[in-house]
């Protein structure tokens, strides 16, 4: 717990009081402060014109030591609400009750501080003229209430749409989604069929005056900005289109950088959900609460949040919220994998009346390959290491299988590889050229994409031929909406689905079951993986995307045998998001004394929903086309001097740092005992010392060193058997990864 000074203070002050008067000392503040508060409701009474003030109820108006020794009986909301249960609906139950707090403590919040802005020379006047009404409405009119020309640019935009089947088609799901103003809607529909245009029509038809456009990641935050705006020939020419993510804050295009005063001012914010929930979970910005109740929401590709502990839960909250404003809920979920199972159960939402599907105009042929496989192999017997020829996406469930495939393929294919363990401006660039060759008329500078599950949603990018590690039914379908997206393929599109052995045999073992269970969703992943078989023949039976949707749709049907393993799953899920909630969202209790200055480098939060990760730094290893591995001089990224300058830094979990508990594998250890030596510092007085100051990006964990630098401490022998290493070929950089996934082809040299 850490202490304002003013509270600090107050205590001094006390215990100074104590030591003269003794005993009396307490009874004299309790005095005081019920006078105090009586005062506050006489004020009350008068600016109400009451007889009695409801305040009155709120506290004892006499000195009572019992009140006081059982306080923590007092039936007060706690922060938040949730145990571990056997029963689904008890989430859902407290999922509701911590929205209605939410919603209470942000206004209380928001009145604090709009009332704490005035002088005490304005608030006494505001008090005899009673017209506290009236600034409070003011305040929501200048702070809350947007207004704007949004709805007029969105007709616009459909105006340059073609008059097409399609459209027309589009133009009938928006207006169907619009008609219900009460009640939260979902749009489903096949990937690419549209869901962006009539998300924004469905907006323009409720009059809306500002979206908040709401992404799981930062990634498509990027894209959905590129795609708004930021391009060319942007959907909004006119409107006033803003990126607000903890990295990127900008208006129109990606130069554009956002004064603070106009953070969330757009006629369309982008956002991601780490955002949002923040005003759910921490006390310093519960007053954008408010702005995100007061306009048009859309959660884009929300199924993304289902499994992810403790985010499943904290959304369905934001969704409770939307549910009880007297002006419609003005809230709009997309998805083209809609999970009816949590759409039902958590969110409480008529998945028959709310949640509206619209129809795929893409006539391609698909036919699946269910191959299994030894995941122990590294070659051509494995598919997701065999060489390709034609226009590939192989889609691996980790970024270190795409990595090591990607290596193993160096010397005989035209890949590009994807994942998320890039430092920042790798990472951009490499999307940025993925997408630029992928997409429709793309530049096809590339044959083959190896991509980690990062590539999975919302990006408009196509491939000739998929190879999938077997998944969720959600990721196995928003996948599957990368092949042949743009209808272009006069041939059958084949999808092959790659299960290792210990799977396929029932035995539930190995690495990729191992992932699964940790991610809550091996035994749906499972039971979606056996329906597939059945209802395709074993892949002999050639489909339509709407035939694969049907079957979606029936996977989470009421009487599907596949319930019982989802709702396994869902709870499996469910108990972990409440084990996190505890750990990291708890009652605030530090209050912060220094403001952020402008240009402040931004550091890692303790209580981060996303898990605990560390700044990172690593040395560089090269890998040539025969897999020739060498260690050059050099680190993933410099520390530029000047402040305001950013760190094209990386993260990592502290798991991996710590060695899973291992401290053979912890190269926090290595750091701790080695550093000080390496970099000419003073030793630190314990390891977790550096593991704090590395939530500072000035101040990463080495988890490698290159070879000079390991010269004071024994040269390259005392190389660390786990070190983790910025991967680096001719093509491209490869990415964090560590030596004993370096070791599988070629000696270190």
């Not at 506050?40 to 020794?69: C, G, P, Q, R």
């Not at 889609?395 to 193993?408: D, E, H, L, V």
């Not at 990368?482 to 689905?497: A, G, H, P, V, W």
């Not at 190995?510 to 940790?518: E, H, I, K, T």
Request: aromatic letters at 10%; charged letters at 25%.
């Amino acid at each position: 717990m850490t202490f304002c000074p003013e509270l600090l203070r107050s205590y001094k002050i006390y215990s100074k009081l104590k030591s003269n008067i003794k005993d009396a000392a307490w009874p004299l503040i309790a005095k005081e402060a019920i006078n105090t508060l009586n005062r506050v409701v006489e004020l009350d009474k008068n600016y109400s014109d009451t007889k009695i003030s409801i305040l009155s109820k709120a506290y004892s108006a006499e000195i009572d030591d019992d009140v006081l020794d059982n306080y923590e009986d007092t039936p007060l909301p706690k922060f938040k609400e949730y145990d571990r249960y056997e029963d689904i609906s008890e989430y859902q139950k407290k999922s509701q009750t911590n929205a209605t707090n939410n919603e209470v403590r942000s206004c209380l919040i928001t009145a604090d501080r709009w009332v704490s802005s005035l002088t005490a020379n304005q608030l006494s006047q505001h008090i005899s003229n009673k017209t506290l009404d009236k600034f409070i409405t003011e305040k929501i009119d200048s702070d809350i209430v947007i207004e704007s020309d949004l709805s007029t640019h969105i007709r616009e935009c459909m105006h340059s749409f073609p008059n097409s089947e399609r459209s027309k088609q589009q133009s009938k799901i928006a207006h169907q989604l619009s008609q219900d103003s009460e009640n939260v809607k979902v749009l489903a529909g096949a990937a690419g069929c549209g869901k962006t245009k009539i998300a924004l029509q469905w907006a323009g038809l409720r009059n809306a005056q500002q979206i908040i456009w709401v992404c799981p990641r930062v990634q498509i935050c990027q894209g959905m900005f590129t795609e708004l705006k930021a391009s060319d020939q942007p959907y909004l020419r006119g409107a006033t289109v803003e990126l607000f993510t903890g990295e990127y804050k900008c208006t129109d295009s990606f130069e554009n950088s956002t004064a603070e005063d106009q953070y969330l001012t757009g006629d369309v914010v982008i956002t991601t959900i780490d955002q949002l929930l923040s005003t759910v979970i921490s006390h310093t910005k519960a007053d954008r609460l408010l702005n995100y109740l007061s306009a048009h929401v859309v959660f884009d590709e929300y199924h993304e949040y289902i499994n992810m502990p403790a985010f499943n839960l904290l959304f369905a909250e934001l969704i409770a919220s939307r549910k009880e404003l007297n002006n419609g809920a003005n809230t709009l979920l997309v998805s083209a994998t809609p999970h009816y199972y949590y759409v039902r159960k958590i969110l409480k939402i008529d998945d028959d009346y709310d949640l509206v599907e619209m129809p795929s105009f893409n006539q391609a042929d698909y036919q699946f390959d269910f191959v299994a496989y030894d995941e122990t192999a590294e070659d051509d017997t494995n598919p997701l290491y065999k060489s390709q020829a034609m226009t590939t996406f192989v889609i691996s469930n980790t970024a270190t299988t795409a990595q090591k495939s990607f290596i193993n393929n160096l010397s005989n294919e035209n890949a590009i590889l994807l994942h998320s363990k890039y430092k920042k401006s790798d990472k951009k660039q490499l999307f940025m050229k993925a997408f630029a060759s992928f997409k429709r008329e793309g530049t096809h500078e590339f044959d083959l994409l190896r991509s980690g599950p990062i590539v999975q949603a919302s990006l408009n990018i196509s491939c000739q031929y998929m190879i999938s590690e077997i998944t969720t039914a959600e990721n196995c379908l928003q996948r599957m909406g990368r092949l042949d997206r743009f209808d272009e393929s006069k041939k059958i599109n084949r999808y092959t689905i790659a299960i290792p052995n210990t799977l396929d045999n029932g035995k539930r073992s190995g690495a990729v079951a191992r992932f699964l269970s940790r991610s809550n969703s091996l035994a749906s992943a499972q039971a979606w993986h056996e329906l597939l078989i059945s209802k395709t023949d074993g892949g002999k039976n050639i489909q339509k995307i709407s035939d694969l949707y049907l079957l979606y749709k029936s996977y989470y049907s009421l009487d599907s045998p596949a319930i019982k393993y989802i709702e396994q799953d869902m709870l499996a899920s469910m108990k972990k998001s409440v084990d996190v909630i505890v750990n990291k969202v708890s009652e605030p209790t530090t209050i912060v004394t220094r403001k952020k200055q402008a240009l402040e480098r931004a550091k890692i939060s303790a209580k981060s929903l996303r898990g605990d990760s560390r700044f990172v730094q690593m040395a560089l290893c090269h890998i040539d086309n025969n897999c020739h591995i060498t260690f050059p001089e050099g680190y993933a990224y410099h520390i530029p001097t000047a402040e305001k300058e950013n760190i094209d830094n990386l993260t990592a979990s502290c798991d991996l740092i710590q060695g899973y508990g291992d401290s053979n594998n912890s190269l926090l250890i290595h750091m701790y005992k080695k550093n000080h030596n390496i970099m000419g510092e003073s030793k630190a007085y314990k390891d977790f010392v550096l593991l704090n100051d590395a939530k500072d990006p000035e101040f990463p964990i080495y988890l490698s060193y290159t070879p000079n630098d390991l010269l004071p401490v024994g040269g390259e022998s005392s190389r660390h058997n786990s070190a983790i290493y910025y991967g680096i070929c001719e093509k491209q950089a490869i990415g964090a990864i560590s030596t004993k996934n370096l070791n599988f082809k070629k000696d270190l040299t």
